[in-house]
């Protein structure tokens, strides 16, 4: 270790003060658990919407109890107008795309993990990073404003399509103030997440300690890296497009609404806008959203498994060019989403064409991990088993997407439930795996108390088979052309399908339900867990190499120095171990 | 996969001395994964210069989606009208392009203070304060144009033309305005005697790519008006 500068100790003095500890701290390590615990907020709201959809879906007619509280127009009597169960779908999906899968693996665990796993004692300028988080948490109280205007939060899904989401209060419920108040926070989300990528950017650039060269960083690391550079050509795309619908919406513009669009009888005043033009600006945006949430996953799971199997992958550097390489393709992609949207035959063949090719990458990373898994003596935890259920789910997941990437078959399958099916086990339950491996695994790094493993293990086989019991069904359903959106199965051609629909709505519960393990085991933890020492797992990465919790300053006024490779395992030590810690200057001798 | 070890790492004085902030400091002098450590050089960019160049590269993005939102605009309907930009923005791509010539000159003068070949403090401080008012001008003469636009019965709404008008000034004004505020923070800093070579430094980038910025958006009003 060499000592840091006068200057660079005054760089982060100790905070002093419950606010400044606590609430306004440009700590990352306190703004990493800021977004997680923000994550975990918005997940039990999203998670809980998706509950009363999927009971509504099955006993439509049945009251849910306590409904006409949260909205006596959207659900009179407790049961659920059509237009309701939209808008609840609208918020489900924004709460969990960006509010969950943005925040907890990227910024929540990125914010934490980041800086320590390159020797610095903070990200490069702390004042944004705090900025980031306070934005960030405006944004959701901004959306979560739009449950308490009158007529309740946008129907217009969270992909905001326009005209839908550009006329205003006469395309429906929820389109007047609710949309609104929508198209606001997204514009303050990408706010926010632009300040977050810029930061991460220039930490991992300038402030990685002596001896962290970019091919000693660990997989982590680089995950997080590369998706700030995605994030922060993504957001910068999102947020002229929402400053724009917010434009077309109260200021009465034309950009994406075309002429001659009559509502209910109305003509409406605007002229020559391009609906498509929203999508194109969105989904440029939204597909890079997609690897937002998975790559920082991939990090995480590649350096869990690595410290359970107790050797390196096959090929470090394959993992993190194939990451690069889903990075820069992502941005070529998007058309996939807009394969019936009325755009030129044409593009569909060109967009199809990258999206097959961008499964060569993730393909590389899957059988990396499988290769390095054959043969090893996988330390069974709960986090390397949330981490296999995350290749699980990807591959699973993963695999309907080739289906989706071919126009023809996707003309069939677009807006059904094989859709819905397909991205939420490859983008939402493989992230949420992810974000559970994370958890059990860097907990002791971030409380200094042990979770319990028994509770975590039930916890998994709870969350797999539920899952999968959940997502599986829908694509079936969607080869039985059952459309997405629909509030109800009143239709005949739908009504043999009720009894898959019964079974998932249980299988929704239940699984839900099994997510209070986890959050008692997280709170029981975080307070009466056994105590933690500095490297509980016998891992090789900088953050191991400090206290549980970390000192504010990350390495106790100190910066380390790195003399290997982020993963020495499966070597001979001097002190007889299987491993050799980054900043262990001893060298390292094969087993 | 074993590594050779390195010589143990000397304590790099010259580096205490003057570094600012944490770790190595720079990609350009890490440790090399086969070298000697005292082979490093520790002169590195600060995290504000790169900042800066990470946050140019988000506005570039968020003008390149402008700008490809105005071209499929154009082509979506029949409603796009000529209008002639207000001859004002002439001006007031003058008074921006002489503000970017004060702030070098601003920039040279702060280096000579503060290497002590001059002692006055009033000679950068009020080049700085020069392009801070001609920055300011500069917003208000935008200001200006939209009025002009207006008094033509041009408003937000009146078509496509005249909203990508508004839409474009305004946010660059805003960005502007921002680089004001950068501007506001390098003099109160020299005045305090605080300031950075890579504050000043990471200002006048910004400054700068204010003034390219500006150029393509008129060129591109130009052009599509």
């Known amino acids: 270790m060499h000592d840091m500068s006068a200057h660079a100790a005054q760089h982060h003095a100790p905070p002093q003060g419950f606010i400044r500890k606590h609430v306004f701290s440009v700590d990352h390590k306190v703004i990493g658990k800021q977004y997680y615990a923000l994550a975990l907020v918005a997940v039990v709201t999203g998670m809980v919407l998706s509950w009363l959809m999927r009971i509504h879906l099955v006993w439509p007619n049945s009251p849910i109890p306590g409904l006409q509280w949260l909205s006596k127009v959207g659900a009179p009597g407790g049961i659920m107008t059509p237009e309701y169960y939209l808008q609840l779908m609208t918020m489900h999906g924004t709460i969990m795309v960006f509010f969950v899968l943005t925040t907890a693996p990227f910024a929540g665990f990125g914010n934490y993990f980041l800086p320590i796993q390159i020797g610095a004692e903070d990200m490069a300028f702390p004042r944004f990073n ?22 309740g939060p946008p129907l217009s899904g969270w992909t905001a399509y326009a005209p839908l989401s550009a006329v205003g209060g006469v395309a429906g419920p929820g389109q007047g103030m609710g949309q609104n108040l929508w198209g606001i926070s997204i514009a303050i989300f990408c706010i926010g997440q632009l300040l977050g990528s810029l930061n991460f950017i220039a930490t991992t650039l300038d402030l990685r300690t002596k001896g962290m060269t970019l091919g000693r960083m660990p997989i982590s690391t680089w995950a997080w890296f590369i998706t700030s550079c995605i994030g922060l050509t993504a957001f910068a795309v999102l947020l002229p497009a929402c400053i724009l619908l917010i434009l077309d919406r109260v200021a009465g513009t034309s950009f994406f609404i075309p002429a001659n669009l009559v509502i209910s009888d109305q003509i409406q005043p605007h002229s020559g806008g391009s609906p498509l033009l929203w999508q194109h600006l969105f989904w440029f945006f939204g597909h890079p959203e997609v690897y937002i949430a998975i790559v920082p996953a991939m990090g995480i799971v590649s350096h869990i498994l690595i410290n359970s199997m107790r050797k390196p992958l096959l090929s470090h550097k394959a993992v993190i060019y194939s990451m690069m390489s889903i990075g820069f393709l992502s941005y070529m992609v998007y058309g996939h989403h807009m394969f019936v949207s009325g755009m030129n035959p044409f593009s569909a063949l060109v967009f199809s064409f990258p999206t097959l090719i961008i499964t060569i990458p993730a393909t590389i990373i899957v059988l990396i991990w499988i290769g390095s898994l054959y043969g090893s003596r996988l330390q069974i935890t709960a986090a390397s088993l949330f981490a296999l259920g995350f290749i699980s789910m990807f591959v699973s997941g993963g695999v309907s997407g080739f289906f989706l990437a071919q126009p023809s078959i996707d003309i069939y399958l677009h807006a059904t439930y094989f859709v819905v099916g397909h991205f939420h086990m490859v983008m939402g339950v493989a992230a949420m795996f992810g974000i559970f491996a994370a958890t059990y695994f860097w907990f002791p790094k971030m409380t200094g108390r042990m979770m319990s493993e028994p509770l975590g293990k039930l916890h998994f086989w709870l969350s797999l088979v539920g899952t999968y019991c959940i997502f599986m069904p829908f694509h079936y359903l969607g080869l039985a052309a059952n459309v997405r959106r629909y509030s109800s199965f009143v239709n005949e051609y739908l009504q043999p399908l009720l009894p898959v629909h019964k079974f998932i709505t249980y299988a929704a519960l239940l699984t839900g339900g099994a997510q209070l393990i ?15 020492p500095a490297n509980p797992w016998n891992c090789t990465s900088l953050e191991w190499t400090t206290p549980s919790p970390p000192p504010f300053d990350n390495f106790g006024g100190k910066h380390p120095v790195v003399y290997h490779d982020p993963y020495q395992y499966g070597v001979k030590s001097s002190t007889g171990a299987d491993y050799v810690m980054q900043d262990s200057p001893e060298e390292v001798k094969p087993a | 996969m074993a590594t050779t070890v390195h010589e143990p790492p000397k304590i790099d004085r010259r580096r205490s001395a003057d570094a600012g902030q944490s770790g190595n400091r720079g990609w350009r002098n890490l440790v090399p994964a086969d070298g000697s450590l005292r082979a490093v050089d520790d002169r590195s960019p600060e995290p504000a210069t790169t900042g800066i160049w990470v946050g140019l590269a988000a506005i570039t993005m968020s003008f390149a989606a402008f700008t490809s939102a105005l071209v499929v605009r154009q082509g979506s309907g029949m409603d796009w009208r000529h209008i002639s930009l207000p001859p ?30 001059s002692s006055e403090i009033a000679i950068p401080m009020s080049w700085l304060c020069l392009t801070l008012s001609l920055g300011l001008l500069f917003v208000a003469g935008q200001y200006v144009a939209w009025l002009r636009l207006r008094a033509a019965g041009l408003y937000l709404s009146t078509n496509p033309t005249s ?11 805003l960005h502007v305005t921002g680089g004001l505020g950068g501007l506001i923070n390098v003099i109160s800093k020299l005045i305090r005697s605080v300031l950075r ?22 060129l591109l009003l130009w052009m599509k008006f």
């Open chain 2, 88 to 117: 004002i923005l002439y001006l007031n791509t003058l008074v921006l392009l002489a503000s970017g010539v004060t702030l070098e000159v601003a920039r040279r003068r702060v280096a000579r203070y503060a290497r002590g070949i």
């Open chain 1, 518 to 532: 986890f959050l008692y085991n997280l709170i029981h933890s975080r307070f009466w867990g056994k105590p933690a």
């Open chain 2, 197 to 218: 070579r890579s504050t000043l430094d990471a200002t006048s980038y910004y400054w700068h790519f204010m003034g390219i910025l500006w150029l393509y958006l008129l």
């Open chain 1, 130 to 151: 705090m900025m980031s988080f306070w934005v960030t948490f405006v944004a959701f109280c901004v959306l979560v404003a739009a449950f308490f205007v009158p007529e």
């Open chain 2, 163 to 173: 909203s990508f008008f508004y839409v474009l000034t305004a946010v660059h004004a």
